[in-house]
């Protein structure tokens, strides 16, 4: 495990993080970048898949775009990365639209929704069906560029200091859990927590709150969850698959080269495709240790908790297909119609397929 006081140390966001923000050196045609992120330095998972994509934009781009990555707290606190973008204090950032309700619902849907697409799915939605243009067009109004560069999967419903044996136990449940996954388990009953990664260890620990979900195993393990609540939930509805973003100032990305805005967008297409297989290799390694070494106690979660999950969110999407703006309404019809074909192909393919590998036959272990 990483050194947990690392991850847990932040920095406020005052004269002395004004002043590293200053305006970027530009010398012999070489820009530099800064990269502040919503994640605790080198935090497994998003952490790392940020410092992956500002090195090989860098290196795509033969140092003419060097980026350097600042963990939430060096320049900029991790709920305030998204602002300090959009006003140009930073010229990229780090982190997941689900934290950026507050700012719009729209934005919400690129990242993830309760019992919505796969990571897969949301990728096929943004490069090859419109999501993109949509992407574009809500980021625009703050004066944002957005790519998805990540996603975790399949997310856990996370940790619990006691057991979960219906839909009950989740009223006046102090839950961290951010976005509209938060606003899924609001009208379960629980008392919904927002708090950046970084935060949640301590939380738990002294109590003030009962219960967190925030990734899976391999990045859950890094922060220390176990050694606070013994429980740890599956499957996580609220998470299908949870996207992260590269998010640049779009005055800055104007200005880039044709070239170099290339560089940004594939190096953002493969860091999509890194990071999203790596959680698969990390996760099942993570949770073995957590189970053997650590005494985590696996639960599944009952099944009148996950009918009454996917009833609020089915209320929760109704709600934004009659959003009084717009394009929060446009945006989340694409993206009912996509889930609706997405799932329709999967009835053929990844879901029976994953239906026959359950089947009781003979295979090697």
Known sequence: MLNRRKFLKT????????????????????????MVTAWPPNLPGPGTSANWLADKITKMSEGKLSVKVYAAGQLAPAAGVFDAVSRGAAEMFHAVPPYWRG?????????????????GETHAWMIHAGGQA?????????GLKGFLCGNTGNQWMGWFKREIKSVEDF???RYRSPGLAGELYRRLGAAVVQLPGGEIFPALQAGTIDAAEFIGPWSDAAL?????????????VQEPSSAEECVVNKEKWDKLSTELKQVIEVACMATYAYS??????????????LVEKNGVQVREAPRDVLIAAGNAAGQIMSEL????????????????AFRHSAIENAKYTETAMAKARELPYKFPQ
């Open 276 to 289: 999203t297989q790596e959680y698969i290799v990390r996760n099942p390694i993570a949770l073995k240790n």
């Open 11 to 34: 920095t406020a966001a005052g004269t002395a993080a004004a002043t590293a923000l200053a305006t970027p050196a530009i010398s012999q045609g070489k820009i530099e970048w800064r």
């Open 224 to 236: 220390g969850f176990h050694q606070a609540a013994k429980f740890y939930y599956w499957p996580g």
């Open 321 to 336: 297909l009659e959003d009084n703006d717009p394009l929060v309404k446009k945006i989340a019809a694409a993206y009912v």
């Open 103 to 119: 700012k719009s619902p729209g934005i919400v849907l690129f990242g993830n929704f309760p019992f919505g697409m796969l990571a």
């Open 134 to 142: 949509l992407y574009d067009e809500i980021y625009a109004r703050f």
């Open 171 to 173: 009223k006046g449940l």
